[in-house]
């Protein structure tokens, strides 16, 4: 039987038809999308946004925090403070929130209302929480980047000390290790995988889940190394899996059979680009490299989430971007847990 036509073949984005969404947005790294248009991003005011279908907006947090727009040090904004990363939605709908500043998982209500799951493990600090997924049943996973408190020096080729937890039945265990930065994560349409961006390995890893959760057979999904960092992925329903390429600001999407595709490209070979990329290659990232980094349409592009009744309209999420550009797929997103 001859493959499937892949929907991306021939297809990049159009910077001309991207349109945006959302207004005074600090920090919108994660989004997600529901049913009736409603978007949901991550702010680094301590809690989330919530644009509703007519583009207005109201921010939802339990105690409203100036520290990322107030701080006079730009390295500071980035790496200090409540800085809620990764979300999720819990089986309540409920908000999950992988809290990148103050490294923990925290649930929110749709009303503000905050608590703690999780802010150790095996009796130590957790680590720095960048992302949270929820499964079919109902199982919570969560990436930690790193151990360093100040993930901006764990930048690095040579840092492995991310990993993978699981929580399931109100207890957390490490259920994979040695990470290159661990970020986003998503599982296949079966949830037999798991797939791992390594930003600092610059790949995409994928272990096999077994039925209580621990994971087996790590190995590289596509190239082994995509000259670039990695951040955010996400699932098509025909098995590409979409990406973004933080500093560099590309979008990618890696097909089934492997082979890597660039969507879009907003940093075009640009000098500060590739005076990052050399310097990360020699072990000697600096912040000031990476602030130097970021187009204009998602400044440090870190996720791609499907939304739109029919899974097609790519929302982007950002690090320094103030709103949400979005643009149409030519095939639907896999839909998320809660869809």
């Not at 990049?12 to 947005?25: F, H, K």
């Not at 590289?220 to 500093?247: K, R, Y």
């Amino acid at each position: 039987m001859a493959p499937r036509p892949n929907p991306l073949d021939g297809f990049t984005v159009d910077p001309t038809t991207i349109r945006y969404i959302g207004e005074g947005l600090q920090r919108p790294e994660c989004i997600l999308a529901e049913r009736d248009g409603s978007l949901w991003s991550a702010d680094a005011r301590g809690g989330v946004v919530h644009i509703r279908p007519d583009g207005s907006q109201t921010l939802i947090t339990q105690t409203a925090s100036r520290g990322f727009a107030e701080a006079t040090d730009e390295e500071a904004r980035f790496v200090s403070g409540t800085l809620p990363n990764g979300l999720a939605f819990a089986d309540n709908g409920d908000i999950l929130i992988s809290n990148f500043g103050t490294d923990r998982l925290e649930i929110m209500t749709r009303g503000g209302e905050t608590r703690v799951l999780v802010d150790t493990i095996d009796g130590a600090p957790i680590g720095k929480v960048n992302f949270v997924l929820r499964d079919s049943q109902d199982r919570i996973w969560l990436t930690i980047s790193t151990r360093t408190k100040n993930w901006m020096k764990a930048i690095s080729p040579n840092v492995r000390d991310g990993y993978v937890a699981l929580y399931d039945g109100g207890r957390l265990r490490i259920v994979a290790d040695g990470f290159a930065f661990t970020n986003e994560i998503r599982l296949d349409a079966a949830e037999k995988w798991l797939y791992v961006a390594e930003t600092c390995a610059r790949k995409v890893t994928r272990l096999r889940v077994l039925p209580d959760g621990s994971l087996t057979d790590r190995e590289t999904f596509g190239p082994e190394d995509h000259g670039a960092c990695i951040d955010g992925i996400a699932f098509d329903a025909h098995g590409n899996l979409w990406g973004t390429h933080v500093f560099t600001d590309r979008i990618f999407a890696i097909t089934p059979e492997g082979e890597l595709r660039i969507l879009l490209d907003d940093d075009r070979g640009s000098t500060v680009g590739k005076a990052f990329l050399d310097a990360f290659a020699r072990d000697e990232a600096t912040p000031e490299l990476m602030l130097a980094c970021g187009g204009t349409i998602a400044p440090w592009c870190a996720s791609v989430t499907f939304g739109g009744s029919d899974l097609r309209t790519v929302y982007v999420g950002s690090l320094k971007g103030s709103r949400i550009p979005y643009f149409r797929s030519p095939v639907a997103g896999l839909p998320m847990a809660h869809w």
